[in-house]
Nanobody, 119 residues
Framework: QVQLVESGGGLVQPGESLRLSCAAS????????MSWYRQVSGKERELVAT??????????SYADSVKGRFTISRDNAKNTVYLQMNSLKPEDTAVYYC??????????WGQGTQVTVSS
Protein backbone atom coordinates (compact mmCIF):
# COMPACT_ATOMS: atom_id res chain seq x y z
CA GLN A 1 0.00 0.00 0.00
CA VAL A 2 1.40 3.36 -1.04
CA GLN A 3 1.45 6.21 1.45
CA LEU A 4 2.75 9.74 1.06
CA VAL A 5 2.84 11.60 4.37
CA GLU A 6 3.51 15.33 4.34
CA SER A 7 4.77 17.29 7.33
CA GLY A 8 6.40 20.60 8.12
CA GLY A 9 3.57 23.00 7.44
CA GLY A 10 2.62 25.76 9.82
CA LEU A 11 2.15 29.47 10.38
CA VAL A 12 5.03 31.79 9.51
CA GLN A 13 5.53 35.48 8.89
CA PRO A 14 6.31 36.93 5.44
CA GLY A 15 9.98 36.51 4.58
CA GLU A 16 10.46 33.44 6.74
CA SER A 17 11.20 29.88 5.64
CA LEU A 18 9.66 26.43 5.97
CA ARG A 19 10.74 22.99 4.85
CA LEU A 20 8.06 20.50 3.90
CA SER A 21 8.75 16.78 3.94
CA CYS A 22 7.01 13.96 2.09
CA ALA A 23 7.83 10.55 3.51
CA ALA A 24 6.96 7.75 1.11
CA SER A 25 6.19 4.12 1.80
CA UNK A 26 5.16 1.46 -0.68
CA UNK A 27 7.06 3.19 -3.48
CA UNK A 28 10.60 4.38 -4.15
CA UNK A 29 10.92 8.13 -4.64
CA UNK A 30 14.02 7.73 -6.79
CA UNK A 31 12.06 5.83 -9.43
CA UNK A 32 9.07 8.18 -9.53
CA UNK A 33 8.52 11.72 -10.68
CA MET A 34 7.81 13.52 -7.41
CA SER A 35 5.98 16.81 -7.23
CA TRP A 36 4.56 19.33 -4.84
CA TYR A 37 1.20 20.91 -5.59
CA ARG A 38 -0.71 23.52 -3.63
CA GLN A 39 -4.34 24.47 -3.44
CA VAL A 40 -6.22 27.43 -2.07
CA SER A 41 -9.83 26.82 -1.11
CA GLY A 42 -12.08 27.42 -4.11
CA LYS A 43 -9.22 27.34 -6.61
CA GLU A 44 -7.63 24.65 -8.75
CA ARG A 45 -4.65 22.71 -7.52
CA GLU A 46 -1.41 24.29 -8.78
CA LEU A 47 1.84 22.52 -9.65
CA VAL A 48 4.65 24.05 -7.61
CA ALA A 49 7.73 21.91 -8.27
CA THR A 50 8.78 18.57 -9.74
CA UNK A 51 11.86 16.41 -9.47
CA UNK A 52 12.24 13.72 -12.10
CA UNK A 53 14.68 10.94 -12.77
CA UNK A 54 16.66 11.05 -15.99
CA UNK A 55 19.36 8.89 -17.51
CA UNK A 56 21.98 11.33 -16.25
CA UNK A 57 20.54 12.04 -12.82
CA UNK A 58 17.67 14.30 -11.77
CA UNK A 59 15.96 17.32 -13.24
CA UNK A 60 13.83 19.87 -11.44
CA SER A 61 11.21 22.35 -12.57
CA TYR A 62 9.29 25.11 -10.81
CA ALA A 63 6.28 27.31 -11.23
CA ASP A 64 7.28 30.84 -12.18
CA SER A 65 5.75 32.15 -8.96
CA VAL A 66 8.24 30.21 -6.79
CA LYS A 67 11.41 30.15 -8.93
CA GLY A 68 14.40 31.33 -6.97
CA ARG A 69 12.59 30.91 -3.62
CA PHE A 70 11.62 27.22 -3.45
CA THR A 71 13.84 24.18 -3.89
CA ILE A 72 12.67 20.58 -4.34
CA SER A 73 15.02 17.76 -3.40
CA ARG A 74 14.96 14.14 -2.34
CA ASP A 75 16.86 11.89 0.01
CA ASN A 76 16.84 8.42 -1.49
CA ALA A 77 18.17 6.81 1.69
CA LYS A 78 15.23 8.23 3.65
CA ASN A 79 12.80 7.76 0.74
CA THR A 80 11.67 11.34 1.34
CA VAL A 81 11.10 14.39 -0.82
CA TYR A 82 11.50 17.93 0.49
CA LEU A 83 10.33 21.38 -0.47
CA GLN A 84 12.48 24.15 0.97
CA MET A 85 10.48 27.37 0.89
CA ASN A 86 12.32 30.64 1.47
CA SER A 87 11.17 34.26 1.39
CA LEU A 88 7.61 33.18 1.90
CA LYS A 89 4.81 35.50 0.85
CA PRO A 90 1.16 35.69 1.91
CA GLU A 91 0.19 34.40 -1.54
CA ASP A 92 2.06 31.16 -0.78
CA THR A 93 -0.65 30.33 1.76
CA ALA A 94 -2.26 27.05 0.71
CA VAL A 95 -2.54 23.37 1.44
CA TYR A 96 0.55 21.69 -0.01
CA TYR A 97 0.28 18.17 -1.41
CA CYS A 98 2.90 15.61 -2.31
CA UNK A 99 2.35 13.74 -5.58
CA UNK A 100 4.08 10.75 -7.15
CA UNK A 101 3.85 9.41 -10.68
CA UNK A 102 5.43 6.18 -11.87
CA UNK A 103 6.82 5.55 -15.34
CA UNK A 104 3.74 3.41 -15.93
CA UNK A 105 1.36 6.24 -15.16
CA UNK A 106 0.25 5.27 -11.66
CA UNK A 107 -0.34 8.32 -9.49
CA UNK A 108 -0.54 8.90 -5.75
CA TRP A 109 -1.39 11.85 -3.50
CA GLY A 110 -0.61 12.69 0.09
CA GLN A 111 -3.17 14.11 2.50
CA GLY A 112 -1.75 17.64 2.44
CA THR A 113 -0.21 20.03 4.94
CA GLN A 114 -1.34 23.60 5.60
CA VAL A 115 1.06 26.48 5.08
CA THR A 116 -0.08 29.91 6.26
CA VAL A 117 2.01 33.03 5.69
CA SER A 118 0.68 35.97 7.65
CA SER A 119 1.88 38.81 9.80
Amino acid sequence: QVQLVESGGGLVQPGESLRLSCAASGLTVSSHAMSWYRQVSGKERELVATISRTTFGSTTSYADSVKGRFTISRDNAKNTVYLQMNSLKPEDTAVYYCYAKSRYGSTYWGQGTQVTVSS
